[in-house]
């Protein structure tokens, strides 16, 4: 499909796919990333942000790589969301605090669920000094009961969902005893990993940055070998030659 970028668009984001091509305004993007209605179960979507050569940070942080339009849209779909779930290396590296918008029809932002093995998270970071909400964490019995305690001193809600590693499935029945069905996860690739090896992944928003790292970085997704999840593509966006990529299950 060939594009001429004529007066009818002014370099704001326009859609590519599905034809025909058409600028998109704020208030549509919206509906393109809404949540399918009526959900009897969580729904996951991940979200990153990639080089064009498949880097998932730039200094360590993923903030690199990102741009206005991305931005945009990670805000977007937090707003979406009725959960933010992340793993705690990500947490650490990129310096989580709370979401600060209210989730679409509710008052309050999502609350982050953070999923950690170990319960290695400071309390003292922003995850817990910097939020509206109290965030959850998602553990395993292995973890030493002084990190939980401390973890649940600092506000969080400590979820033991696992022997030694946090089980996804037992992850997903809470969040839906909870009625938290839209669940947003941004990373990092070790957790996008676990959920691809659980056939949990739902649907992918990939931001494709107009760089090349060229670094030894790794990828968005990390761990088991497991069966492939064929995908298909849903639209593609673009605007200041970020490509914004959204796929979706195959089969779904």
């Known amino acids: 499909m060939i594009v001429c970028r004529g007066s009818w668009w002014d370099g704001d984001v326009l859609r590519l796919w599905p034809e025909p091509a058409m600028p998109v305004e704020d208030d549509a993007l919206v ?9 009897a179960r969580p729904y996951l979507r991940v979200n990153f942000v990639s080089s064009a050569d498949g880097a998932v940070t730039v200094g360590g942080v993923s903030a690199g790589l990102g741009s ?26 990129e310096g989580y605090g709370g979401a600060r918008r209210p989730t679409r029809g509710r008052t309050d932002p999502p609350p982050v669920a953070v999923v950690t093995a170990s319960a290695a998270l400071d309390p003292g970071s922003r995850l817990f000094t910097d939020t509206r909400v109290p965030p959850i964490v998602f553990t395993t ?13 600092a506000g969080a809600e400590v979820v033991v969902a696992g022997e030694q590693l946090v089980a996804i499935d037992t992850l997903l029945a809470v969040l839906q005893q909870r009625g938290l069905r839209r669940v947003l996860c941004e990373g990092g690739p070790r957790l996008h990993g676990d959920l691809i090896a659980s056939d949990a992944v739902d649907e992918l928003c990939l931001t494709l940055a107009p760089v090349l790292v060229g670094a030894d970085i790794g990828r968005i997704s990390l761990g088991p070998s497991c069966p492939v999840l064929p995908m298909r593509l849903g639209q593609v966006l673009t605007e200041d030659d970020q490509l914004l990529l959204r796929y979706l299950r195959a089969n779904g």
């Open 31 to 39: 509906d393109l990333y809404a949540y399918p209605g009526e959900l």
């Open 68 to 93: 206005p339009v991305d931005r945009k849209v990670f805000l977007l779909l937090r707003e979406l969301a009725d959960v933010i779930l992340v793993g705690a290396g990500t947490v650490r590296a």
């Open 141 to 153: 019995e292995a973890a030493p009961v002084e990190h939980r305690r401390r973890l649940a001193a």
